[in-house]
C-alpha cells in the first residue's frame, strides 16, 4: 500500500504515519506538510491520500478537486478535528473521512471499504466477535495453549478496563487459586503469541493487572457477543 499524508502540522502527520507502518509494516506511507509539497510527491503510484481539511492557503475540500482532477482512482480520505466540515467533503465524493483525534482501528475501518479498492491489505491483527476467532495477516491465528485464546476473548470482552487476576480467575475457573500459576502461563504465552503476530503494543499492563487497547485492534461484530461463545456469565 502506497499512502501519502497531508497536513500542516507535523505531530498529525508524524502519527499518521507512524499508525500506516504499523497496519501495514511493507507498504509505503509518505508525508507532506502543505499541497506544494505534496504535489512535488504525488505519482499514480499513490493509492491513498489521507488529507487534513483545514490547512493555510488551499484547504482540503480544494485540495481533494485538484488531486482527484489529475489521478482520477486515488483514494481520498478526509482528516479533520472539525465536523461541521463534513457535508461540503461529502460532496467531493471521498473514499473516507477521519475524525480526530485519530486511532489505528478508525483507519482500518475506512482501509476496508474504500472507494476504490486495492489489493487486499493485510492486516497485523482482526478479530472476529463471534463466532471468536483471530487472524493474522488474513491467516487464523492459535496461541500456544488452548485456553490463551480465551483470556484474550475474556480481555476484549472487558473493552479495555484493567482486569486482576483474581478477577480473571473468577471468569476462567470459578476463582479457583490453584489455577494461579496457569494463569501467569498463559500471560507470558498472549504477550508471546501477541509479538509475534507483531501486535504486542495492545497489551496494556498495570501493577497485577492486565488489559487490551481495543482503539488499537481492529475487530468485527460487538464485544458483547463474546460472551456468547464463552458463557462467563
Avoid at 506511507?29 to 493509492?47: N, P, R, W, Y
Avoid at 481520498?76 to 467533503?89: C, L, M, N, Q
Avoid at 465524493?93 to 483507519?107: T, V
Wanted: overall charge negative; some cysteine.
Amino acid at each position: 500500500m502506497i499512502t501519502l499524508s497531508i497536513d500542516d502540522q507535523k505531530t498529525s502527520t508524524d502519527l499518521m504515519q507512524f499508525m500506516l507502518k504499523k497496519i501495514d509494516p511493507s507498504g509505503t506511507h509518505m508525508t507532506a506538510g502543505s499541497m506544494k509539497e505534496a504535489m512535488e510527491i504525488l505519482s499514480d503510484d499513490v493509492q491513498i491520500v489521507f488529507l487534513d481539511i483545514e490547512m493555510p492557503g488551499m484547504n482540503g475540500i480544494e485540495a481533494a478537486e485538484k488531486i482527484r482532477s489529475l489521478y482520477k482512482r486515488i483514494n481520498v480520505i478526509y482528516v479533520t478535528g472539525h465536523p461541521e466540515y463534513s457535508f461540503d467533503a461529502h460532496q467531493t465524493h471521498p473514499s473516507g473521512f477521519l475524525r480526530k483525534p485519530i486511532c489505528e482501528r478508525d483507519i482500518i475501518r475506512e482501509l476496508q471499504d474504500l472507494r476504490f479498492p486495492i489489493e487486499r491489505i493485510k492486516l497485523p491483527l482482526m478479530v472476529q466477535c463471534s463466532p471468536f476467532s483471530v487472524l493474522v495477516n488474513n491467516a487464523p491465528f492459535d496461541f500456544k495453549r488452548d485456553r490463551t485464546i480465551e483470556l484474550f476473548a475474556y480481555l476484549l470482552y472487558r473493552e479495555g478496563a484493567f482486569c486482576t487476576n483474581g478477577e480473571i480467575l473468577g471468569a476462567l475457573w470459578d476463582g479457583a487459586l490453584d489455577k494461579q500459576g496457569y494463569l501467569r502461563q498463559l500471560i507470558l504465552d498472549l504477550r508471546e503469541g501477541l509479538k509475534e503476530a507483531g501486535a504486542e503494543y495492545i497489551i496494556m499492563k498495570k501493577y497485577g493487572k492486565i488489559a487490551i487497547d481495543i482503539n488499537a485492534i481492529y475487530y468485527q461484530g460487538q464485544l458483547s457477543e463474546i460472551n456468547e461463545d464463552f458463557h462467563w456469565f
